[in-house]
């Protein structure tokens, strides 16, 4: 996956590219420096007794049909992963994570190192809460082996505490869709890369307004 498509992706699920470079280790994914990772952090500092409080998130549970080589075990695969998204970022715990995704996805890793870097600095997420609307499956094989699920969702706005001495960050709501490579490995159902998948309403609207500018010239 191409590095702008990754900042997309970290963007839309709240991860922190919109924070100063250092504060959650994006200086490693934009190829920043050691230099710029040191960036001193601007945001006033506050007494971490006023910050919100952990959420308590319990660790969702994992639908059987995953154990299944079929479209609706990749389906499931990727509903349970996004699902368990708040609750990774909120207690640090990346093992369901872990047990969904490919060690070669890069895109994946940079999720599991950002929240492992979050619960590091004592940081949460209070919030965010994803709902996935709908799922569809493109595969190839009987039973299929790889294919793409394409899932549309919501998340919840959300704020970051990634530093209990500083200020936290308010994150809106998101929602769009997403595509997810999958791959079978002979027991479970694992995602091998992610992106968004274009707005084309959007893309359109856009493109009409520049034939329309273009044509009163």
Do not use: H
């Amino acid at each position: 996956m191409k590095r702008p498509t990754q900042r997309i992706v970290i963007i839309v699920l709240a991860l922190l590219l919109m924070i100063p470079v250092g504060v959650i280790g994006i200086g490693q994914l934009g190829g920043g420096s050691s230099q710029e990772a040191q960036t001193e952090d601007p945001r006033p500092t506050v007494n971490p007794s006023e910050q919100k409080p952990r959420p308590e998130v319990a660790m969702p549970e994992a639908p059987a049909v995953m154990q299944e080589q079929s479209a609706e075990g990749a389906e499931a695969t990727l509903t349970y992963m996004l699902g368990s998204y708040t609750y990774m970022m909120t207690t640090g715990d990346t093992s369901v994570w872990e047990g969904s995704v490919d060690q070669n996805c890069a895109v994946c890793t940079s999720f599991l190192e950002n929240a492992q870097l979050l619960s590091d600095q004592g940081g949460y997420l209070v919030g965010g809460e994803f709902t996935v609307d709908g799922t569809d499956f493109e595969g190839t094989g009987e039973p299929p082996a790889t294919g793409t699920v394409t899932a549309q969702f919501a998340q919840a706005e959300s704020t970051l505490v990634d530093d209990p001495t500083r200020l936290a960050y308010d994150l809106d709501s998101v929602s769009g869709e997403l595509a997810a490579d999958m791959a079978w490995d002979g027991e479970t159902w694992r995602v091998t890369d992610m992106s968004l998948v274009p707005d084309e309403s959007a893309a359109s609207d856009a493109g009409g307004a520049a034939t329309s500018d273009g044509g009163a010239g």
